[in-house]
């Protein structure tokens, strides 16, 4: 069974900077085909952040790109969001997902549904 756990989270004022960390247990870094970041806002719908796949492809929401980085360490199995330049918009709840099956295609397209394991989430505060 995957554990995900993610830690970073906290508050930080507009033009911040943060780093998201997700450790994976229960199974090898080779059996992770896809990561994905998520996001939920209070009174929003969750939505995809990042994702990457075990090759190293990734996609970023539009909202994002240019200020965020998914990055993975196959020695550590972590995998890592680093964002920089936060806004108050990031505000939300941020998951760490995985799925051992997802092939890039599917894996990049940052579709809640498609991921299998779920962390319990890290609390991101962007103040203006």
């Known amino acids: 069974q995957v554990q995900l756990v993610e830690s970073g989270g906290g508050s930080v004022q507009a033009g911040g900077s943060l780093r998201l960390s997700c450790t994976v247990s229960g199974y090898t870094y080779s059996d992770i085909n896809c990561i994905g970041w998520f996001r939920q806002a209070p009174g929003k719908e969750r939505e995809g952040v990042a994702s990457?796949?075990?090759?190293?492809?990734?996609k970023y929401a539009d909202s994002v790109k240019g200020r965020f980085t998914i990055s993975q360490d196959s020695a550590k199995n972590m995998h890592y969001l680093q964002m920089d330049n936060l806004e108050p918009e990031d505000t939300a709840m941020y998951y760490c997902?995985?799925?051992?099956?997802?092939?890039?295609?599917?894996?990049?397209?940052?579709?809640?549904?498609?991921?299998?394991?779920w962390g319990q989430g890290t609390q991101v505060t962007v103040s203006s």
């Open positions: 997902a995985a799925d051992r099956w997802l092939y890039s295609g599917l894996c990049l397209r940052m579709r809640d549904g498609d991921y299998d394991y």
């Open positions: 990457i796949d075990r090759d190293g492809k990734n």
